[in-house]
């Protein structure tokens, strides 16, 4: 049977039905009277202007990610802070085909080493699961031990992000292991992908490791001679993913801008430098809707990679109480705010405005910090709103808590503040930012409106997409029917776009996917 939207109602409603089976391949036909239609195959009389083959959500990206990480389908779990992508995300996503990492940024290192050793026991043997590795300019040391945790542990593939520039860890973690196979190929032990947002530092991981790195680590004993020279041949990262208008860090760039600028770059360098194979580059930022996941292939994305709407997810490390406030956003119902992290440079990531304050409040510690050079230097009557409108108990109580934290976790830290009024100023102010997104995993509902809860748009747009299914239900929220979800329908939208480039006047029905139980 030929359907055309010209045929009136049932035949539209058809032609909608047709482009959902995107695994059956459709005829675009011209009839007698030259308009144009599909069907499954071309009937008699009929004119067959194009073919469609099958299409599969496991074909989106590139095929070579899917052989390099041992998975079916191009789609990533990203790595929210905290232990929000929990081990047992991370274990769901491996189960199903998929990569994901574990949030290890903002954990101690024994806490990290607990959930790495968790993970080795459930998933041996397999490499599409990994932990995240980010950037620690406040506490280099940290950097440096959860690099040799996961280098000792072998985990099969590291996460970097939110790094300005390489330091010895990631370099590290990028070339221990390299050897060369017998057919001279060079072969890497870990996998690294690298999470950038700016141009110029994708080149880095983009480009051979600078060679005075790679001297310092063998010096360092950290990495073999041979090892630093296979270094000097091939990119930093194996996989970029290009972080758009995320939740956390972010620089909030378009991903329509920021992807193919990062893809003309992988292109330059790779004929700069001979790679013989190409670093795939993922999208991620915004990616809440098949239509976002579908314009993300369409650009050129090797793979996606999701955030924020996976913290509503069954299997989040966030609280039920706060799954539900991210279950509530809109598209516009997020903010900026200092990084914990990061709070001494002024780098500031998106969060959750909606239904907390942690955005206005922790601005105005920042602006404290800025504006003064110690806590003493703050008026009386200012510091007074600070501990009661913000912090919520009195500067002694919060350093002394800070203290205790810092003599276990980094005495140098201590050592430090004494020294540096500002220091201690900084650190006093980094404990709200760093109880507010404990709070909100541990679902401290006192604290609500200080809940630190890192969100992009994306979050706003899936919960539109989803409202009246079954993922807007909570018990049915798991991550890998979210990811099932987003990659049908974007499947489906491709099918529908690739109808209407031949001419076919594809109803706007068409493009509207419906999220359903899938498997």
């Not at 030929?2 to 409603?13: E, F, H, K, P, S």
């Not at 959860?146 to 070339?175: G, K, N």
């Not at 807007?472 to 029917?481: L, N």
Request: glycine letters at 10%; proline letters at 7%; one cysteine or more.
């Amino acid at each position: 049977m030929t359907v055309r939207t010209g045929d009136g109602l049932g035949a539209g409603a058809a032609l909608v039905e047709a482009v959902r089976q995107v695994r059956q391949p459709l005829a675009v036909v011209r009839g007698p009277d030259g308009g144009l239609g599909v069907a499954a195959a071309g009937p008699p009389g009929a004119e067959v202007v194009g073919t469609l083959p099958p299409l599969y959500p496991e074909w989106l990206g590139d095929r070579s990610f899917g052989e390099a990480h041992g998975v079916r389908f191009p789609y990533v779990a990203g790595e929210m802070a905290g232990g929000i992508a929990s081990t047992r995300m991370v274990a769901a996503m491996t189960g199903a085909g998929m990569l994901g990492f574990f949030g290890a940024a903002g954990l101690g290192l024994p806490a990290v080493e607990r959930a790495v050793d968790e993970l080795g026991r459930a998933l041996p043997g397999r490499a599409n699961w990994g932990v995240n590795l980010i950037h620690c300019p406040a506490e280099p040391a940290l950097e440096e031990a959860v690099a040799e945790l996961l280098l000792r542990r072998a985990v099969p593939r590291i996460s970097a992000s939110a790094f300005m520039t390489l330091t010895p860890a990631v370099v590290r973690c990028a070339a221990a292991g390299l050897h060369r196979a017998p057919d001279g190929r060079i072969v890497r032990r870990t996998g690294l992908l690298a999470k950038v947002s700016r141009p110029e530092v994708a080149a880095e991981f983009l480009s051979p490791a600078p060679e005075p790195l790679l001297r310092a680590l063998v010096e360092r004993g950290q990495l073999t001679a041979g090892e630093a020279e296979l270094a000097g041949c091939v990119p930093v990262a194996q996989d970029i993913t290009v972080e758009a208008d995320s939740g956390g860090h972010t620089d909030n760039r378009p991903l329509a801008a920021l992807l193919p600028a990062v893809l003309a770059l992988r292109d330059r360098l790779a004929e700069r430098y001979g790679h013989p194979e190409p670093v795939r580059i993922g999208a991620a930022g915004g990616l809440g809707t098949p239509g976002a996941v579908a314009a993300a292939f369409a650009l050129g994305a090797s793979y996606v990679l999701t955030g924020s709407v996976n913290q509503i997810a069954e299997e989040s490390g966030v609280s039920p109480d706060a799954r539900e406030l991210l279950a509530a956003a809109d598209v516009s119902d997020v903010a900026m705010a200092p990084a914990a992290d990061m709070f001494e440079l002024g780098v500031r990531l998106q969060v959750l405005r909606r239904g907390t304050l942690f955005a206005a409040r922790a601005g105005r510690l920042y602006e404290a910090y800025r504006d003064h050079d110690s806590l003493e230097a703050i008026p009386a009557a200012a510091l007074a709103r600070i501990e009661r409108e913000v912090l919520g108990r009195p500067v002694a109580e919060v350093w002394a808590e800070t203290r205790r934290f810092w003599e276990r976790r980094d005495p140098a830290q201590l050592v430090r503040a004494e020294r540096d009024a500002k220091h201690r100023m900084a650190l006093v102010f980094r404990w709200y930012l760093g109880c507010s997104s404990r709070w909100a995993i541990s679902g401290e509902t006192a604290r609500r409106t200080d809940y630190q809860l890192w969100c992009g748009p994306a979050m706003g747009a899936f919960n539109r997409w989803a409202a009246g299914s079954f993922l807007a239900r909570t018990g049915e929220r798991s991550v890998v029917q979210i990811a099932l979800n987003l990659l049908e329908g974007a499947a489906v939208l491709t099918r529908a776009h690739q109808l209407r480039t031949y001419g076919v006047p594809v109803p706007a029905a068409a493009f509207a996917f419906r999220p359903r139980p899938l498997c």
